[in-house]
């Protein structure tokens, strides 16, 4: 019997409706495949918008013109590779596609909020040990949950509906091959307009040679910095270039630091006298000095022979001794062997800031930083990777940019580190922190270092209090028998107390009534806390300082103190009324109290890296002014000075504040303002901003000298500086090169 018109007219509209993409002709294949790349395109598209929002950050029109075209590239050529197989593979593919892409956005964000950087592939090293703050993870991600849900929402949406509302599209050999010369294209209209901004330390340099995940991030994407990221770990950054580097700059003779004749004031005010003896007299009776000794201002520099070296290397490495052989070494000065002998107590200070030093509260170490060398320009710069790079900085002289240098270290030949260099002046050489031993892979870089590592997990002599964070004053209770008045020792601490987030930190719960009753003019929760946190310090270093004394070595003993990084996340969790608040604004207000600046755009403001620095001795009768410029790199080659040890100057990035070179401080700014402001640099002329490439001077000097100063090219001369030290000291690191310059 046959069945009625109407029937058979259903009939045949189900069975269009359920054609198979393959089964569509070559014109609608073309359609649909045109629809589904654009919406995968648009996709990517969305999804740096509202990182960029997400982050705080402007869309610069630059920047609009890059993840256009990358994200259209990007999304051409994943539409393609889920274009191969049957339609539900293909659905799988791309699924799979964005669903790794809304999670690593996602996973950038919380990064990014909470480490105020942004993930490197090659941070997987130490990536477990991110899991240790999976509180303030959780919370952080809880403060952001509208921006996460937003990003993720792509993937879920296609996952779902995608197979019924945007198939995946089995394209013809002709189709792919149009959609990849596409891609090709545009990705090279991208390329070619970053190389469009060639300038000094400009885009075409960060998407090469400079290549920093902030700044990627910041100025092509986050796709871009992806596949930036992803090619240079598996392959590696492209090397530096200076064969074609412009005309030669020719630097002052004198110096750019002395450069003008009406300067009077020295970088080291008040230097110590020579030859302060009363011994000796004359016939009348009156005693007088005799005639200080000379003071040795040879090189700081080791028997290399570095011709030998040239010779018999070729590539990076002959670039590499060329460069490190012609580097101008720092001298000896009047304080070369100042310390020698002493026992040096040397301390990375979680977290730490001027407003942690106050003379109510802080009475021993306000003592310290206005007694002993008092730095008048001391920058922590945000050199990446949180605390890692910040140590990392401080205990080598030498900077990187992700938070696996302390991995890559543990496996290099170390040799100016103070850990080997003090044991092989016979020194006992301890080192303590009061976390877990082996976050960043301290259990390995930290006995490479010279030191017998102790901590969380390993140091079963200790005892804790259960906190988080942990006591500063109980770490220092714990190592009171490692003072030894029978040998010299060197004693190293890395801190915890001053953790962010400061408004749920145990620490500044315990000290946050003391701190009230002060009265020190703070009104928010956030500095509040924070200072109370890093009162913990104080207590350490006086229980230190008491059984020095008790042991009769307070006065033989150094103490050397400096942050790890500013205090990038003081508010999170709650505040003082037990009410969720905004963790980056919150950060804000308490960062304005504490460094007396104005709350906006506080990250890209200089002032906001300004940090302490301690060295003191009870032996120093009287404090030295220095007012040099200088940064967390030129702290251990200044202690090297101060002991006497022989080092070469020559091999370590940073410089002895205290010798007559150059000032020099290179400056990355913080990313929570969703902008990343890298390279800047600090003299004692003033200050240059990377991104605006503006040069503000520092008031001292008139503009008619600073005219004359940039007339002489004195800009892109340090930019040429910033970058060759940039590329060295990566080197130093990645290539084990003191290893090859002495041949271990």
Known sequence: ???????????????????????????????????????????????????????GGSIASTFFVYITLFSVSAGVIMSLIASFFSEKVNHVIQSCFLSVMCLYFCVQLVYSKFFQDFFYWDQMLVAGDVTAFW??????????????????????????????????????????????????????????????????????????????????????????????????????????????????????????????????????????????????????????????????????????????LIASSSGNLKAAHEWFSKREPTNKNAY?????????????????APAAINEKLTPTLYKMKNEGF???????????????????????????????????SASNYMPFVLGNMMSSLGYKTNGFHNHTYTYYSRDKSHPNFGYSWHGVGNWNEATFTSAWPKSDRELAVNTLSYITPDKPFHLYYMTVSGHAYHTGNKQANKHKAYVKSLNLGYTTNGAICYVASQYEVELMVAELCAELERKGELENTVFVMAPDHYPYSIVGKTNSDNQAVDDTEGTIQALAELYGLPADNIFLNFDLYRAPLIIWSASMEKPIKVDKVCSAIDVLPTVLNLFGAEYDSRLIMGRDILSDSDGFVILNCSNASGISSSNNWVTKYG??????????????????????????????????????????????????????????
């Not at 002709?25 to 654009?38: L, P, S």
């Not at 730095?375 to 992700?402: D, I, K, L, Q």
């Open 336 to 352: 070369t062997g100042m310390f020698e002998g002493k026992n040096l107590i040397y301390i990375t200070v979680e977290g730490w």
């Open 374 to 408: 008092v730095f008048e320009n001391y920058y922590c710069s945000n050199w990446g990777g949180s605390t890692a790079t910040g140590e990392y900085a401080f205990m080598t002289g030498n900077f990187y940019a992700s938070s696996s240098c302390l991995k890559k």
């Open 687 to 744: 200050i240059y901003n990377s991104r605006t490439k503006t040069f503000e001077r520092n008031p001292k000097y008139t503009q008619a000298q600073i005219d004359k100063l940039l007339s002489m090219g004195y800009v892109d001369a340090h930019n040429d500086l910033l970058k060759k030290m940039r590329t060295y000291s990566n080197y130093i690191l990645e290539n084990d090169y003191y290893g090859k310059v002495f041949g271990k």
């Open 135 to 308: 509180r303030e993870i959780l919370a952080c991600m809880a403060q952001n949950i509208f921006w996460l849900i937003l990003m993720l929402a792509p993937a879920v949406l296609y996952i779902i509906f995608g197979r019924k509302f945007l198939p995946p599209v089995t394209t013809s050999w002709v189709f792919k091959g149009v959609g990849l010369a596409l891609a090709l294209v545009v990705f090279l209209a991208g390329s070619g307009f970053v190389n469009m901004h060639s300038d000094d330390l400009g885009d075409e340099y960060y998407y090469n040679e400079g290549f920093i995940m902030a700044e990627a991030a910041s100025r092509f994407g986050i796709i871009t910095a992806l596949r930036l990221d992803t090619q240079y770990t598996l392959f590696g950054r492209p090397e530096a270039d200076f064969s074609n580097d412009g005309p030669e700059i020719t630097v002052p003779e004198e110096g750019w630091d002395n450069l003008f004749e009406d300067e009077t004031t020295p970088p080291v005010i008040d230097p110590p006298a020579s030859g302060d003896s009363t011994s000796g007299g004359t016939s009348n009776g009156e005693t007088t000095a005799p005639p200080p000794p000379p003071v040795d201002t040879s090189p700081n520099v080791m028997n290399i022979d570095f011709d030998k």
């Open 1 to 55: 019997m046959n069945k009625n018109p109407s029937s058979r007219e259903n009939e045949y509209q189900k069975d269009v409706v359920r054609r198979r993409p393959m089964d569509k002709d070559t014109g609608e294949q073309v359609v649909d495949g045109i629809i589904h790349a654009g919406a995968i395109s648009l996709t990517l598209f969305f999804l740096e918008i509202v990182f960029r929002i997400a982050s």
